[in-house]
């Protein structure tokens, strides 16, 4: 089945350095790759997406990457805030029989530290 | 625009009692997912609908547990009857149709803690 792995656990920051959360994933069909954003005590929430069909996407500080045939895909978060501490996961949506659903990824825990 | 509404935000109760968590979908949103979030397990699907039926439900852990999708703007997940392991957030996610690269969206989740 489907399987995501994410790394790091954990990652602390110091405000305005960059952050990097990185993901690899098993199923080579794989086609659409989303991180979500979960402050404590919250529910998660979309922060960017990519499709199998690019290779990079940016929205001001943050960017994904995708690289198919290593079978990974990265958040970059530039010029971190101490608003930007929460969970962060990654998630996958395979084909075939899971076609409909996302496979997500353990979560990192991002600190900035002021 | 509503968001995914779910209910009750937090329930205690005693082991053996039933629950039943609520979850409405954004309206016109076809598909409707059951999550269940632990610091363990993390993030697990539970079950999923597609037009009010259900797809797969292969997450759902045991007999214990059932959920229903009676129309597309509400469905329920039960536990019955509750154990104290089944303490953890219950998140309901809805996502519109037309295409496979949609986003779900989760509801504010429901804190389930049993005693």
């Known amino acids: 089945g489907e399987n995501v792995e994410q790394h790091p656990s954990t990652l602390s920051v110091q405000e305005g350095d960059s952050a990097v959360i990185k993901c690899t994933y098993s199923d080579s069909a794989s086609n659409y790759f989303p991180w979500y954003k979960q402050e404590l005590g919250k529910r998660p929430q979309l922060i960017i997406d990519i499709r199998s069909n690019v290779g990079e996407k940016k929205d001001q500080r943050i960017a994904v990457t995708l690289n198919k045939t290593a079978k990974h895909f990265s958040l970059h978060i530039t010029e971190t805030q101490p608003e930007d501490s929460a969970v962060y996961f990654c998630a996958e949506r395979g084909t075939g029989g899971s076609a409909r659903q996302l496979t997500f990824g353990s979560g990192t825990q991002l600190t900035v530290l002021p | 625009d509503a968001g995914v509404i779910q209910s009750p935000r937090h329930e205690v109760t005693e082991m053996g009692q039933e629950v039943t968590l609520r979850c409405k979908p954004i309206s016109g949103h076809n598909s409707l997912f059951w999550y269940r979030q632990t610091m363990m397990r993390g993030l697990e699907l539970l079950i999923y609908f597609n037009n009010n039926v259900p797809i797969d439900d292969s997450g759902m852990p045991e007999d214990r547990f059932s959920a229903k999708m009676p129309n597309a703007s509400f469905s329920t997940l039960k536990i019955q009857p509750s154990e104290p392991r089944d303490s953890a957030v219950y998140f309901c996610?809805?996502?519109?149709?037309?295409?496979?690269?949609?986003?779900?969206?989760f509801g504010d989740g429901t804190r389930l803690s049993i005693l």
């Open positions: 996610a809805s996502r519109p149709g037309g295409g496979w690269d949609q986003p779900q969206h």
